[in-house]
């Protein structure tokens, strides 16, 4: 999980750069890699769910959607 919360943060740091936030950006990113890993690691045990529905359930939560 440390190696692809890592990969996550390069990914998501480039996103946080093209928009406003009302919170520290290292916080924002650290909310953003988190949900993102707890939400593949939910979907591990739930896989009655389509990769687009966990898409679908991640965005509708997330600042950037």
């Excluded at 520290?24 to 896989?47: I, K, S």
Aim: aromatic share 20%; with cysteine.
């Amino acid at each position: 999980m440390r190696y692809f919360k890592a990969y996550l943060e390069k990914v998501f740091a480039n996103e946080l750069n093209k928009h406003k936030q009302d919170v520290p950006q290292e916080y924002m990113l650290n909310h953003m890699v988190c949900d993102f890993a707890e939400t593949v690691r939910w979907w591990t045990g739930h896989e009655q769910y389509s990769p687009k529905e966990i898409s679908d359930f991640f965005f509708s939560t997330t600042p950037f959607a």
